[in-house]
């Protein structure tokens, strides 16, 4: 985060009271959450803990059933519109049309911002240099491997220079120089000023990227700080981020549980193990 800029402290994305329900189910229980500008915001936990379900009410694609959202300022559930043109998402599965070229698929989404045409070939040109698909450009996506959906997918969420990235789990089926590249490419974002909300249970990325980290259990933040934050709250302070996350999540668990998670297993599988 370029802690240099004074806009650095002005928060970005913010949830108040956030909460969804899927009739008696509580997905998310009140979360109540601040991403300043410049960070690199990792939101972590174990599978079902509401990631997915607080990205899909951040992008518009469901409303919550009580609270608040504000982006870049913006009441996203009162002015949708101009709150959702601050963001940029990268969905965990590209949806591209498939159909398309890459330039073909620029134009089209350039078109849905309302950009100028040049521009979005212009920047569309830059990401494909960026990500060494240059030679690609004129070939139809449909023969494309999933990494190389994954980068057109992130060219096009960014065609329209968004000050908010939104990302879940962005290094799925990329290989090692490609994830060495876009870490890059993320840090550089935040360099420039730009915010990113990553999802990711691929906790050394989230280790070497994130200025802070919230871990969400059960539909509420358990969890929230910098790493050397978590690590004050955790048993050893050599702990790297998976062995923070384990301790944070199983003493959860406890106090969900009221007992031990190794009490949990079943007899076999606790003998076996
Ligand atoms: P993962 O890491 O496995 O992707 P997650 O943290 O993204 O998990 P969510 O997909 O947000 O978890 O799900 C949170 C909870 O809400 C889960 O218990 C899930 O079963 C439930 N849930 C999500 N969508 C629905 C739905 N449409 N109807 C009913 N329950 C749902």
Known sequence: MNQTDSSAQEIVIEFTGLKKTYGAFEAVKGVDLSVRRGELFGFLGPN??????????MTGI?????GRVSIGGVDLLAEP??????????????????????????????????????????RG???????????????????????????????????????ILVVDEPMVGLDPRSVRLVKD?????????????????TLSVAEDLCDRIGII???????????????????????DLESIFLQITEEEDEVAHG??????????VSNEF
């Not at 060494?132 to 065609?159: C, P, T, Y």
């Open 217 to 239: 259990q059960r539909g509420r933040v358990v969890a929230l700080g910098s790493l050397d934050e978590l690590r004050s709250r955790s048993s050893d302070v050599t702990f």
């Open 185 to 201: 490419f993320f840090l550089n974002l935040t360099k420039r000023g730009k915010t990113i909300f990553l999802t990711t249970h």
């Open 81 to 122: 519109e101009k709150a959702k043109i601050r963001m940029g998402y990268i969905p965990d599965r590209p949806y591209l049309y498939e159909k398309l070229t890459p330039m073909e698929y620029f134009d089209f989404i350039g078109g849905l911002y309302a950009l100028d045409p040049e521009i979005a070939k212009q």
């Open 48 to 57: 079902g803990a509401g990631k997915t379900t607080i990205i899909r009410i």
């Open 259 to 268: 007992n031990p998670p190794e009490a949990r297993l079943p007899a076999a």
């Open 125 to 163: 040109e830059n990401m494909l240099r960026f990500f060494s698909l240059w030679d690609w450009r004129n070939e139809l996506i449909e023969g494309f491997s999933h990494g190389m959906k994954q980068k057109v997918a992130m060219s096009a969420s960014l065609l329209h220079d968004p000050d």
């Open 62 to 66: 469901i409303r919550p059933t009580d």
